[in-house]
């Protein structure tokens, strides 16, 4: 077993320790939920950057930017401009002091609007919650040097991940983010340098990439490249600004000043980290192009032989095709294509059997090009190892962090707008946090399955799909709706809570149902060529304010708690 792997093994027997030590301290739901109210704002800081930055932006958006290049940069600055309009809601929610988003929602909309709410953010989180374990899987491969299985990797993490929150809730989320919040940053900083280095310098990734990859808009964006910028621009922006992982920490704040102050050095925390990121990935993608092309091809030839499109005897002559075609359009330059035709050739002689072809795994899998990145700089004296264990070491505490994360959020949901609001009001605290942890286990079990059956299948699995739907399903049903509760007094129940619905059943359609059942229309992924994010926040943003418009105006008693009177 590698050193790296012993070197995280023991970093998680420790947190392990550390968050049994600390799961005796849970005595109420409030504790489970929201730590007792009681993070400092040290503590905020870096649970909020570990809330956001997750195997979305190590994996999916690494997986992007080796891809695309710069323009990927498109994918997290909505959150940035998110997290800026946030900074002006913190403190009002800290001062509202609840626990889920679907207490904010039934104040202004109804029991109905809570229910509706709740049971959405439960499907986009547990989603979110499976490409967690996915990216874990593909870490712990990576470290293994194959070893370790993806599969066997995905349920080491999903074991971990469901442990650490059915251990000690909020408490050990926020107190285990804070050194994984510590690593991540040090990670970054210090290895960039280092991946550029390995590159062959700053001029590299010029030279060896694409000229798309310095493009403001990359081809890779599909049928209409500007629109599908501004797509990916509009999902992170409205899942940030209504994402209830980060309303539960505004809510475990001790006051709402540190909740703001948190948030301010949270737009810092989190737009270094994820450029470093892309930075990386773009550099490593330079100094292995040519093995992440071997990759595709290969992967594609698997696709094809099994859909019986290209028979074996013909899979020489389809990869020759395959790379000429890359050629004219510019992906490779006339060097890399001579390296890549032989790669292809060494790797094609030694198979006779569909059975042969289908077990290759050459080449870099782009959604692993961090950690190849960090495999790299090891090699470069102690300064390197230290930045490659830094950087592996990231990898992993961004999994556990946002897997635990997301797995806290949707059980509250359960516990607080399901179980406590319909069913039993008045269970005891005991039987709560009981309940609570069963539920860990049961959506944690939920959220390895969605990922488990696509594995044994053999499916195809893109982390960067799988955080696009979620976000867009997310931000088009939750957000819209959220703000106005918070900031727009003319919203009425009507208009909220056709928002919700109207939003989330759009973006169901153009996510799930139209690319399965009707693929003949789908351009560039998407339903006509159009991000389905654009017609699904039209339906929503539409319905809330026709509607509210439409409809009797609130009360002030009716918004009374989240707009007082102010008295002079």
Sequence with gaps: MSLYLWIILV??????????????????????????????????????????????????GAEYAAYAGWSSLWLPAGAWFGILIIYFLAGKIRTFGQYTIGDILEVRYGKLARLVGAIMIIIAFTTIVSYQFRAGGLILNILTGGQISVALGQFLAAFFVITFTFLGGMVAVAHTDLPNGIIILLACCIAVPLVVLFSGGVDSAAQNLPTTHMALFAKDFGEYPALKA??????????????????QKFYSARTPR???????LWIFGTIIVEVVVVAIAIYSASSHWVEIKEFEIIRALQGEVRNRTVAMSEVQNRADAMIASLSSEGSLKPGQAIQLTEKIHADLQRVSTEEELFGKREGVDPAAIVLKAAEDISSYTILGFLAGVLLLGAACAVVISTGMNYLLSPTTNIMRDIYGRFIDEGASERKKIILQKAFVILVGVCAFLMIFIPTLMGSKISVLRYAYMAYTMYGVAITPALLAALAWKRATK?????????????AFMLELVIPNLFPEVMKGGDPWGIPGIYISAAVSIGCLIIISLLTKAPSQEEIEELFPKISF
Excluded: H, P
């Design 11 to 60: 970093y998680l027997l420790i947190l392990t320790g550390f968050n049994f030590y600390r799961s005796k301290k849970i005595k109420s739901q409030d504790d489970f939920m929201v730590a007792g109210r009681k993070l400092s704002m040290n503590i905020l800081v870096f649970t909020l950057i570990c809330t956001w930055i997750g195997s979305g932006t190590f994996i999916a």
């Design 230 to 247: 501004g797509g990916y621009f509009l999902a992170t922006l409205l899942l940030l600004m209504g994402i209830q992982s980060m309303y």
């Design 494 to 506: 009507a208009g909220g809570l056709s928002s919700i619905i109207g939003g989330g059943l759009t």
């Design 258 to 264: 540190e909740a703001r102050q948190a948030t301010a």
